[in-house]
């Protein structure tokens, strides 16, 4: 499918900006047709009860402290912009329906699903793309690691439209190189970091992130989130099916939230 747009593009640092076009004659893929992972015999949902070692030292993904027992369940099993099928290997939608490759051998363009919403019920936009960037640069989440890997090998993340990002690497790529390392992006919710109340480097980050969001934890895609934490409880973390929406029948995502009533 081709289609040209012209819509609002984004600087870095902002959500709004000039217009910007798509290039002509790309050509948009997709993959609808993958087989369904897992066996059709699996039954769908359900609750998944688990537990932790120890008390986590913090909710947040990203920061010192960030590696704990609750990272895989929100950031790192999320969905990301495509998968690879575990079986033919080939790339499937994820929170992108379709994604383009631009002749710059640095660019991939990705129309969004826009039926997808974070577990707050908020929709999912490419302006949470734009965010990530910006929040994954901000000296503010003291993490050098990504600091360093989103500038020196992710190169920029531009609005199209609130469903259109283009997407670059800081270096040149071949195409199954770049949809591993561009099509792996996972977005942060740009409404939940939103205007904060001390942003004296005006970067847009809380310039006391590690501390306020220490325990306040992020809307996530789905399968799993957040929901209330005693810490007088002796009680397991518990997966239910309620959370965010990512509608496609691919990869079969869960939409869970889970319940983590902590001792």
């Known amino acids: 499918m081709k289609k040209l747009i012209l819509a609002t593009s984004v600087s870095l640092f902002s959500l709004s900006g000039w217009a910007a076009e798509l290039p002509e004659n790309l050509n948009w893929q997709t993959n609808w047709d993958a087989p369904k992972i897992g066996s059709p015999d699996a039954k769908r ?3 998944l009860r688990t537990h932790l070692q120890s008390f986590p030292q913090t909710l947040r993904t990203v ?42 051998n640095k660019t991939i363009y990705f129309k969004l699903n826009p039926e997808a919403t974070w577990s707050d019920g908020e929709p999912m936009t490419a302006d949470d793309f734009v965010f990530m960037m910006q929040f994954y640069r901000s000296k503010d989440i003291v993490a050098p690691w990504y ?69 306040k934890a992020e809307p996530t895609m789905g399968p799993m989130s957040w929901a209330v934490c005693k810490k007088d409880a002796d009680l397991p973390l518990i997966m239910s099916t309620i959370g965010g929406v990512i509608p496609t029948p691919i990869t079969k995502i869960a939409t869970m939230l889970s319940v983590f009533e902590c001792a």
């Open 147 to 215: 600091n360093d890997y989103y500038t020196n090998t992710i190169g920029s993340v531009e609005k199209i439209d609130a469903h259109t990002v283009a997407i670059s690497s800081a270096v040149e790529k071949n195409q199954e190189e770049l949809m591993y390392t561009l099509g792996s992006l996972i977005p942060r919710p740009a409404h939940f970091y939103a205007n904060p109340r001390k942003d004296e480097n005006q970067d847009g980050i809380a310039d006391d992130y590690v501390r306020r969001y220490n325990f």
């Open 63 to 104: 920061g010192p402290d960030s590696n704990s027992g609750l990272r895989s369940y929100f950031l790192d099993e999320m969905p990301s912009l495509v998968k690879r099928h575990p079986d033919t290997l080939e790339w499937i939608p994820d929170l992108a329906n379709e994604w383009a490759f631009s002749d710059d």
């Open 45 to 47: 949902g359900g609750t």
